[in-house]
């Protein structure tokens, strides 16, 4: 993590994330008799990043997957110490590349309902603030893209949204704002003190302040939780998610899929790289507590997925659930844990992004996303019946799809560090199972009548636009190691971090011993202490749990 | 009686530099001269847009005075050390010419339409900009309260100019008895704390409390907070804010947008004046109460914007708490929070004057068309005037890439950096609770029901015309570039305060 590689093709990262933005201000010059021209206008201005992150992928090092590489920087307000830095190590790569793909997608696979200009424009501001979120190496570049994301977000839901659009806007819009406000504070006052603290002078740069651990406990605790709440209300994590369901039900399809598959993994992602990075011993701190935040998240977004009688809300809950698992990987604090979770961020953006498609393609087609009104579609639409059990089966975490080998690490990690947490969690594995089965029973399975058997089919656009997704679905599920191979390293830089900084604490043994082994005696005092509060607390929290079920 | 004169020593008048003083006489020479011609000349025989012009071009000019005098070496001081024009001043004449630039190509087309007689107007405005300058070069008590005077009385007949509207008599006459009252503050507090320190020259008093350790200061502090009320109501801080909704409303609109920008900035250089430089020794005594009054600015400008239901009023209210976020930088005492406060009054100056155009744009013949049912459509009616209200909107809420959030940022980093951490914190939260009301106004504009009201706004609101036009484009440009590239601005701001 210390060092940061030098990129042979330069700022290829600050073209990557300026290409989007260029298209849409090349969109909102365009003439309005030339209305033939926004969709290949939109799609160059997206393919032309993901181009470049698939050669990114090819020239990144894995060897050095530690460290941050194509990185560039420029000084952007040098009076108050802010830079244009950006780099990406083996946590973002992948999330670049999928969102640099993930978008492309979105353009082909969906059109508008009307005003395609203000539609694509908006789609592609928001391309390059996912993407310059994730590429961030400065705190107040990072807080810039993480918020400019929501203006986007905000009018395609309210613009081309479905039901209470304007409702489901604004919600989201004062939710995550009202998350990141604090971190905002956090920030400065982050940057503020430890300037006082190691006598330079105010910067926001991200591996300098992450690398020289100055701060006192209790503050980095403070600015740990002003950060930790604005990654949780956009994971989100129970109990700020309420503005999730509004949201996904009510956007354009494009804009779930978006939200779902990209803008989830904002907050995931910031847990890691400013939550372990920046206060490693403040994760370890409240890593109990954000377990059982995680824990929670799993068990009530499976519960409350299942009661849905909306499709799409109920394709909604499965994220809360998935992204619960995602952290309790992340705050198991150990190699595979977080591998795991990072792979599920991936898995679920590429899962989810294609349910939200398939759902999208069934409203299109029959104008309603009640289960209830759907029915025996495999009859009419049997290709599309074939792509959604693939995709459901790779949400439910089944075997040989992408799913599972990201849950298998979460829970093996969480098992290592916490245990009973791991058996909770491992039951929502069984309720997804439940609640995406159920729904595909009643959606697809039984006696097609009325305007169900006519349903056409897929069509061949959006049969392809389904394919990259597919093949995703069953590489990352047959063959991960590509992936993990990348992501490993920098997942071990980050672990051998949180280690050095923190007095006492130690990952638990390799990830080839059995779970209960000799080495947990000699393991150090300190480690064993958490061990201990995440296992009484999983008691309590387990207890209650039964008190919901019954 | 010639003998008598000839025993008296000849008074020797202190040696001025004209030309330092230039952006106080611009502007005030202007007003003349433009009150001489429209008074001789009649009115049939002058072009129709020549009042609006003649303010820009004298704006523009105390401008580039302005930015001569910023390359000069060495500030300017004039009148026996009553006028300084150092960078404080400086950049305080240059937001406030600005401002009336940017309000100015707005004003032939709106006075016509609203039947207000542009040259009375403009003659106003000139007038009320000699005086900010003249309150933000104050380097005396005295010359400070002249400032306030000029600027204020002129403020207080603007307010009113629009005869047909009742409300404009009401925000006129609000203004003027309320504004009295906190003169009589201000000038109270003023002979309070000559009582205390014997001068009433702002270094002075600085000196005198540098030196001398005021053992009985109950006059002192009396003065103080006497100067605080009146300099508070200037600004619109809460609890002294009862005034500027109604206000606000009920004036004019290029003349709101003035207030909004010109008048608040130079409240808030005067505030500086007093409070950072002259009495910044006894800062452990104003700061608690700067605090509290920023906190609560902040809190009922931004719960009171978001529940209105008129976009001017909402702005009224925006304004407001915006005043809080600038106290939030006046509050941390500092050369980094003046550097903050200074870049705020700029971008939030622009931001305001293009909000308010937009607004004055659309409020129809009789200028009170301003309810949030008005906009219903204009996303659809009048896409471009819909995105430049809409940029300028999230400016003011703080979205990353406007000069809204550098701005904002700057205050933030201020108040960080004196550890008034509880203060960031209510002020970011604040701005979270007003960003719902931006949000409102674009709800409106954007996902309102459409048809509602939507044919009888079109019917009712004429063309922008170019003035306009080219003031939305001019701020809406501005705000962005200076968010996007903020480097010029902040280097600005923090070379005014003295960094």
New interface residues.
Partial sequence: MTAVASASFPAVLTVLVLVPAAGALVLLAMPRTRSDLLKPVTLLASVLPAALAVWLLTEFDAGAAGLFQFSDRYT?????GVSWHVGVDGLSLFLVVMTALMFPLAIVGVDPEHSPKPYYAWLLILETGCLGTFVALDL?MF???F??V??PM??LI??WGHGR??YA??KF??FT??GS??M??AI??LA?LHASASGGGVSFDLVGIAENQVLATNTARWLFLAFALAFAVKVPLFPVHTWLPDAHTNAPTAGSVILAAVMLKLGTYGLVRFGLYLFPEASVYFAPLMVTLGVIGIIYGAIAAAMQRDLKRLVAYSSVAHLGFIVIGTFALNTEGLTGGVLQMVNHGVSTGALFLLVGMIYERRHTREISDLGGLQKPAPVMAAVFTVVMLSSVGLPGLNGFVGELLVLLGAFNAHRWWAVVAAAGVILAAVYLLWAYQRVFHGPASGANAEMPDMRWREGLVMVPFLAAIVFMGVYPKPVIDRVEPAVDAIIAHVEDNVAGFAEPAADVQPPVSLDDLDKPAGYDDHGTEGQSGSEDGGAGHGGDGG | MGTVLAQLEPIVAPAVDWAGLLPVLLPAAGALVLLMVRSLVPSRLLPVGLDALWTFAVVAAGFVAVVVLWQRDGEVTAFGDQLVMDGLALFTAAVVFGSVALAAPTLPRYCQRVGIDSAELCVLTLLAAAGAVVMAGAADLIVLFLGLETMSIAAYVMAALNLRRLESLEAGLKYFVLGAFSTAFLLYGIALVYGATGTTSLDGIAGYLDTFLVLRDGMLLAGLAMLLVGLGFKVAAVPFHAWAPDVYVGAPTPVTALMASAVKAAGFAALIRVFVDALGVRADDWQPVMFALACATLAVGSVLAAVQSDAKRILAYSSISHAGFILVGVQAASDSGV?AVLFYLAAYAVIAVGSFTVVAVLSGRADDRTGLAALAGLGNRRPALALGLTILL?AQ?G???TSG??A???V??AA??ARS?WL??VA??S??VA??AY?RV??AM???DEGSDGSDGAEDSPAMGLGAAAVIVAAVLFTVVAGIV??LL??LS?TAAG?
């Fill in positions: 952007w307000i040098e009076g108050l107040i807080f810039v893209f918020e400019i929501l203006v905000y009018f309210g613009g659009r304007a806007a604004t819009f004062l704002m009202f406000a604090l905002l504070v400065v006052a503020f | 550097a999230l809420a979205v990353p890439f959030f550098v904002k940022f700057s933030i980093s960080v950096e951490y960031a914190i970011m939260v701005a979270v960003a719902f949000l674009v709800v954007y996902f309102g903020p480097g902040e280097s923090s960094l």
